[in-house]
């Protein structure tokens, strides 16, 4: 039997895609991962689950916080693979794999504190040279703020001004190599 709509949610056709903030998985280093489940009718669906490495031990867990999207932390380690366990809503368990773990690059952290003043922009490197970059914000395609960011320590944290921005989303789209130390 049919009736229009047709509506199609079948639970074991889920999809969930997972977005680590800075792009890529580094081994080594804390990175936030985003996550969005999606349903056949191409709507947010609510989930939980947990994240397993190779030995299927639990390193991780989350669960969506609204229409099918939420984050959770991991520090992923060289050579591991991950795979996250989905528990669907009539009972089965579906597997899905995180995406692949570098062994160098670099991962950007941005917090946007409520109360606060200043966005915090921590930016990790794992790699072999020492590393000059630049870091650039911007609102409505307009750049608004760019600094140097040496990474010689492996790690940078900076403090930018809420205010020099303009209202709406700002994007730090660009963390550019500028030259080998």
């Known amino acids: 039997k049919l009736s229009i709509p047709l509506l199609i949610n079948r639970p074991e056709n889920t999809d ?3 977005l680590p903030e800075g792009g890529h998985l580094v081994a080594g280093v804390t990175s936030k991962i985003g ?3 999606i349903g056949e009718d191409g709507k947010g669906v ?4 947990k994240i397993l490495n190779s030995k299927q031990e639990e390193v991780a867990n989350f669960k969506s916080l609204h229409k099918g999207m939420g984050s959770f932390d991991l520090m992923p380690q060289a050579g591991e693979t991950y795979t996250a366990q989905l528990s669907l809503s ?3 368990i579906k597997s899905y794999a995180l995406p692949e ?5 670099t991962v950007l952290s941005i917090n946007n504190p409520a109360n606060g003043d200043s966005l915090e922009v921590n930016i990790s490197a794992v790699t072999d040279a020492t590393m000059l970059y ?3 914000g911007q609102t409505r395609g307009v750049v608004y703020f760019t600094k140097v960011i040496n990474l010689s320590k492996g790690t940078s944290k900076n403090y930018i001004p809420k205010n020099i921005f303009p209202t709406g989303i700002t994007r730090f ?3 550019v190599k500028i030259i080998s130390l």
């Open 46 to 49: 609510a989930v939980t689950g």
């Open 101 to 105: 773990v570098k062994v160098s690059g």
């Open 134 to 136: 630049y870091l650039v």
């Open 173 to 175: 789209p660009y963390l």
């Open 35 to 37: 996550f969005k489940a």
């Open 90 to 92: 009539d009972g089965t």
């Open 16 to 18: 969930l895609q997972f």
